[in-house]
């Protein structure tokens, strides 16, 4: 794996040499994970104009405190004594001495302070700002980081399973949830890849919505999101559910609306399609049916070792897919008082060639009456 770190560091040096940039500072933990290997607590990563200058800079850390992920062996340590401050401006420091002249740093993961402290250490550093450069790099996934998003899905797929052959009548969202959380971990995920989402009767249907105290009745929608983070790389499912009895009309005729929409979501994922293109595909189905202003804002976003990543699949996104980008498509409906339907799914971008979109979530999208 040393090589596919040192490669990804390589794209990185290559876009900050064309922006004018000697040296870049990565702060944000994703991104010091994606071009490390690892991100240690407070750590931050140096990458220089040539490969044998790229430092990871990290506080001093207790004995035994847990690293996240596994740090590239052939890349340069250092870990600073206690008391020596903060490690991006011992990195800044170490940047300006090896003569550099400008320092693309990621502006967007800095607090002011942190930014002016930079400026302070380092005056005759040029800051420049390395924006999204390393996301993007992000996007395109590679066959290993996408057999860890499988393992992911295949957990999650596991813990949402189970919950369904248990009694639902009685409890509460909230103790569903940590059920959930607890199952994933049984079937070995590092831990929830997100709070996980339980909504019940009116609650069901809404996009993030927190688990409460309400218990699961029967007749309630019953909607579940949930996904497991493995090795660092997080999925996404969500499904919605009839308990005790069959449904009514009014909960099959919505059930069905959302499900048209997320299969012709999951239909236009095809390399070349425009972010928007995606989401105007979902989004026209539950327009024309009235539901324009109960609709989620969004249909879809990428995921990987963040969960909601880029492309964001919404109607003022901009950029087109590529092959090997996982992403979800996650249409939902609302109505408020009565509840609602999401259906969501973890795809990966495949040319048609390849049989198109990879369903990574596999578990049932039939209305089941639990």
Request: aromatic residues 4%; negative net charge.
């Amino acid at each position: 794996m040393s090589q596919v770190y040192a490669d990804r560091r390589v794209r990185l040096r290559d876009r900050c040499a064309a922006a004018g940039s000697a040296a870049a500072l990565v702060s944000r933990p994703a991104n010091v994970r994606y071009l490390a290997g690892g991100a240690p607590p407070g750590a931050v990563l140096l990458v220089g104009p040539d490969p044998g200058t790229d430092l990871l800079l990290r506080p001093a850390a207790e004995e035994g405190e847990p690293l996240d992920g596994r740090l590239d062996e052939l890349l340069r340590q250092q870990q600073l004594p206690l008391g020596a401050g903060d490690p991006a401006v011992a990195a800044a420091e170490l940047a300006r001495r090896a003569g550099a002249d400008g320092l693309a740093v990621e502006e967007h993961d800095l607090t002011v302070a942190r930014y002016r402290s930079l400026g302070a250490a380092a005056p005759q550093l040029r800051l420049a700002d390395l924006a999204c450069s390393v996301e993007q790099l992000r996007v395109v996934k590679d066959e290993d980081e996408i057999a860890c998003l499988r393992i992911a899905a295949e957990i999650a797929d596991q813990a949402l399973g189970e919950l369904l052959e248990s009694i639902l009548v009685g409890r509460t969202e909230r103790h569903l949830a940590l059920e959930l959380e607890r199952r994933l971990v049984d079937h070995g995920a590092d831990g929830a890849a997100f709070p996980t989402s339980v909504a019940t009767g009116p609650h069901s249907g809404r996009r993030g919505h927190r688990p409460t105290d309400r218990r699961v009745e029967e007749g309630d929608f019953l909607s579940v999101c949930l996904g497991a983070d493995y090795r660092g790389y997080r999925c996404e499912i969500g499904r919605t559910f009839v308990i005790g009895t069959a449904p009514a009309d009014w909960q099959i005729e919505l059930y069905e609306l959302v499900f048209a929409a997320q299969r012709a979501g999951r239909e236009s994922l095809v390399p070349g399609a425009g972010y928007r293109d995606v989401d105007r595909a979902a989004r026209q189905i539950l327009d024309s049916a009235g539901h324009a202003e109960t609709a989620a804002p969004l249909t879809g976003h990428g995921v990987g070792l963040e969960i909601d990543e880029d492309p964001q699949l919404s109607p003022s996104a901009m950029g087109k897919l590529d092959a090997c980008v996982p992403v979800t498509v996650e249409p939902g409906v609302h109505l408020p008082g009565r509840g609602g339907v999401r259906i969501d799914d973890t795809l990966v971008v495949r040319q048609e060639a390849d049989g198109g979109p990879e369903l990574l979530t596999i578990t049932t999208k039939e209305l089941l009456a639990l």
